[in-house]
């Protein structure tokens, strides 16, 4: 072999090892592509989640999304004036109770009955709404040595008992007389929290109170003026 043909084939084999070094190179990288396509350990992804079902609304068919679609709702918001207004409008409603209880046995006039039981069927099932948006916090009903005749509207004992005393058109006069007093301090505490509050179950609640309680206290000076 002439040294010229020695050349040549030392060329020809130098690139059939450089193309197969290429090949192998090329042959890991390919092997290596599915790792390097995956997120690394810690990295952030997108989970998609499993289909929710979404109902619709009233009359609409249901709608199926994706589960990063649909979120859990926020946290309801409240604060320390709410929690005292619920505490507090709690035993005043009772003793509104204890009052209106006292009517069918003692007033003489049927208004006064009426009044009595409006009170009845409306203050009882709202001292149930009040517990229950306290039990779903977590949050007590009462509060320990808290003076409760301290409240706007509260009636003293010795009051209590001559209500519970009197009869006929005495206990009419007497019992439009201290509800009506009642009733301005529910209005008065209403007020006050639709001003400050922050839960917004509690605010349409006051404003109920507020404004249902004053119709009431019309009516009750009505039947003091006739």
Known sequence: MTS?????????????????????????????APEQARPAAGASATVTGPPVIVPGRPGEPAALRAGQEVRDPAPPRYSSLDVWFVQMMIPHHQQALEMAA???QRAADPRVRAVA??????????IGLLRGWLSERGL??????HDHGSMRGMQTPEA?????????????????TMMTDHHQGAVVMATDLLKVGADQTMQEFANSVATEQAVEIARMRELLAS
Do not use: S
């Not at 007590?140 to 040595?145: D, N, Q, R, S, Y």
């Not at 009197?166 to 439009?176: E, I």
């Open 4 to 32: 010229r043909q020695a050349r040549t084939w030392a060329a020809v084999t130098l690139i059939a090892v450089l193309l197969l070094v290429l090949g192998v190179a090329l042959a890991r990288r390919g092997e290596r």
């Open 102 to 104: 006292l009517a069918p």
């Open 117 to 126: 039981d409006r009170i009845r069927a409306a203050q009882g099932p709202e």
């Open 140 to 145: 007590p009903a009462e509060v320990p040595g």
């Open 160 to 176: 209590m008992r001559r209500l519970a005393a009197a009869r006929g058109a005495d206990f009419d006069r007497l019992f439009v």
